[in-house]
């Protein structure tokens, strides 16, 4: 923000002393309006209403501090002729807010400057390309990278290209996440054996950014597989990318989309076949409580509930209601204090699957001695005895107490009238009180004190003086890699420092701190902070996750009829796995198909045994045991 590090000063004219009577304060500029660009904001106002009788105008312009919204930080100092100032050197993909104040040579006569000033207006630059990519390892068939630590946007994407040593044969493959670890496919390269090493660029809207240092390990394709099962969505299951053994298929666990758990007597377990297709019995998932099965651009998820929102229609209330996964439900509405149905209609409507209210709209209409009237936009019934009386002129002043706004009402010429004071938006009467007030004839409100409280999802603050009810925002949890934000409250004004944290098996990359802010508007501000794996951990991404695991695996193989599956070996201690008997085979009596994976990739607990079912033997073939049918020779 160097754009704002130096303040210039003005010199009053000659002729407009600070002391030169009948003069003021000018009123604050209007019409602030921002246009963000990728390092630069363009700020632009109006001149004051009231420049308090003076010509000496200059303009003060501030911008926030990036890491607290609240803090203004840069400053400089403009001719009144002046209605316009671009802000450079700021940070691409970077929420700023801006203020404006007016100055004359008499505006320290509003100390506080509040009435001199705009309300801040906050913006976003653009995006910009992603900062290089650092930290390419590849141990075949993984490559693992870090991602850009000015990522200048949202990642969409990496582009890897792969090159082999001694020629100038490159092969390139984009991914459309942000994972940063990919697994290599047959397709991605162009040969079968030999070294060749790999770089990575990050992409977002705006397009990709430099490619990164070549990979400082080299990766052996000597070994390369011929084929990999693939990653699809069956339904709400995700089955996903497996490598394929040689030596036969391997079991592997899917997983359930976001909200849906296992249909009861169905595994996630399948079977990944050396020729690189999916085996077993389909997994089927459904969605939890709460939640329906929806397709969108060709995948299952499940989506919320929907809801029929609360809404008035005249004098008639209607409440929210929880939607159907189909069909509709009669919902009975309310009408308004004072109020009943009219003759031949019913309260009752429908709240329907798609969550629009359907049925013969209700009406409510007034009851004797009270009339509609409309306020704040929503009608009501108010005592006829509201009419107007002979009057002297004399008026009960407009005026505020909590949250009760008082009308500017003419009194009477004698006696009292009744007048209906309003809550502030977003706030009700609170029960056993009534709104209605008394004007006098001297211009006094009489009468018990009318009380209002915040509606649900909204508090009371004081502003400038006048207590209002701000919206409960607040910041949401969320996962950026393999960093976890929390839940937080959002302040009344300003920002407030929360302290996020790495996943498991992960600690704050160096350079980096876990701190940033959640501002008033109930968005999450500063710089993004970045978590790596612990030594002995790689980055993958689960259910739409990123998690350190384990790099050790406890690998398949086959004893006798029994199959172990490749593990993830855990951190510390051993995991239950359970084995499967080949085709045709059962466990043998006595023995269980439960072994145990230990963190030091190894296999223990009882050897599992399996044995042939009736009417098959044991064979072995290419070195692997299978049952065959007796008839067979």
């Known amino acids: 923000m160097t754009a704002l590090g130096a303040q210039r000063f003005l010199t009053l004219p000659a002729n407009e002393l600070p002391s030169e009577k009948c003069t003021q304060p000018p009123s604050a500029p209007g019409s602030l309006s921002l246009s963000p660009q990728q390092s630069s904001i363009t700020v632009r106002w109006s001149a004051p209403a009231d420049l308090g009788g003076r010509r000496d105008l200059y303009y003060q312009v501030e911008i926030s501090d990036p890491d607290n919204l609240g803090s203004f930080t840069g400053t400089v100092f403009l001719s009144g002729s002046t209605t316009s100032r671009t802000i450079s050197g700021l940070r691409p993909h970077t929420q700023y807010c801006v203020r404006v104040t007016s100055h004359n040579g008499v505006s320290d006569q509003d100390p506080d400057g509040e009435h001199l000033r705009t309300e801040g207006e ?13 930290g390419v390892q590849g141990t075949y068939p993984y490559v693992v990278w870090n991602p850009p630590e000015e990522p200048n946007g949202v990642i969409t994407g990496y582009r890897l290209v792969f090159s082999r040593s001694g020629t100038s044969t ?15 496919q047959s397709s991605d390269i162009p040969w079968t054996s030999g070294k060749f090493r790999v770089t990575v660029a990050a992409g977002n809207s705006v397009g990709f950014g430099p490619q990164s240092s070549t990979s400082p390990l080299i990766i052996d394709g000597d070994s390369c597989p011929t084929t990999n099962c693939l990653a699809q969505s069956v339904g709400l299951v995700r089955y996903p990318a497996t490598l394929a053994s040689t030596s036969g298929p ?9 909200n849906a758990h296992v249909r009861t007597g169905f595994s996630l377990s399948v079977r990944c076949s050396s020729t690189g297709s999916w085996t077993g019995t389909t997994p089927q998932c459904e969605c939890d409580t709460g939640y329906r099965a929806v397709t969108v651009s060709g995948r299952q998820t499940c989506q919320s509930l929907n809801t029929c929102p609360a809404r008035n229609v005249g004098l008639v209330d209607y409440p929210t209601t ?18 009943h149905v009219r003759t031949g209609f019913s309260l009752s409507v ?7 209210w359907t ?16 306020v704040s936009g929503r009608q009501i019934c108010q005592t006829e005895e509201t009419t107007c009386p002979p009057t002297t002129g004399v008026t009960c002043a407009v005026r505020t107490v909590g949250l009760v706004r008082y009308p500017t009402t003419l009194a009477p010429a004698s006696g009292s009238v009744t007048v209906a004071t309003q809550c502030a938006d977003n706030a009700h009467i609170r029960t056993g009180f009534s709104l209605n007030v008394r004007c006098s004839s001297s211009g006094g409100w009489s009468g018990t004190t009318p009380q209002c409280e915040c509606d649900t999802g909204y508090r009371a603050v004081t502003l400038s003086g006048r207590q209002i009810c701000q919206s409960v925002n607040t910041c949401p949890a969320r996962s950026v890699g393999l960093v976890d934000y929390p839940t937080t409250l959002a302040p009344v004004s300003g920002s407030v420092t929360v302290a996020t944290q790495c996943a498991d098996n992960a600690h704050v990359r160096t350079g980096f701190s876990l701190n940033v802010r959640c501002s008033s508007s109930g968005s999450w501000t500063g710089t993004t902070p970045q978590c790596e794996c612990d030594t002995g951990y790689r980055a993958v991404t689960v259910s739409g996750r990123q998690t350190c695991q384990s790099l050790n695996t406890c690998p398949a193989r086959n004893v006798g009829l029994v199959d172990y599956p490749t593990t993830q070996a855990p951190a510390s201690g051993s995991v239950a796995v359970t084995t499967q008997c080949a085709d045709n085979a059962h466990a043998r009596t006595g023995f269980s198909l439960s072994v145990r994976c230990s963190s030091s990739s190894s296999w223990t607990g009882t050897t599992p045994q399996c044995e042939c079912d009736t009417g098959y033997r044991a064979v072995t073939v290419s070195g692997r045991q299978i049952c065959q049918t ?4």
């Not at 906050?122 to 650092?134: D, H, I, K, L, M």
């Not at 490159?170 to 290599?184: A, E, G, P």
């Not at 429908?350 to 629009?356: A, H």
């Not at 049925?359 to 409309?374: H, K, S």
């Open 359 to 374: 049925g013969t709209t209700p009406q409510c209409e007034c009851d004797t001695g009270y009339r509609a009237v409309t």
């Open 350 to 356: 429908r709240c329907s699957s798609s969550s629009s």
């Open 630 to 633: 007796e008839g067979k020779y």
């Open 122 to 134: 906050c913006t976003t630059t653009s995006e910009a390309r992603p900062g290089v990519v650092n």
């Open 322 to 339: 929880q939607a159907p996964a189909s069909g509709s439900v009669a919902v009975t509405t309310q009408c308004a204090d004072n109020a």
């Open 170 to 184: 490159t092969s390139t493959v984009t991914t459309t996440n942000d994972q940063t670890f990919y697994i290599i």
């Open 250 to 258: 391997v079991t592997v666990t899917t997983q359930c989309a976001d």
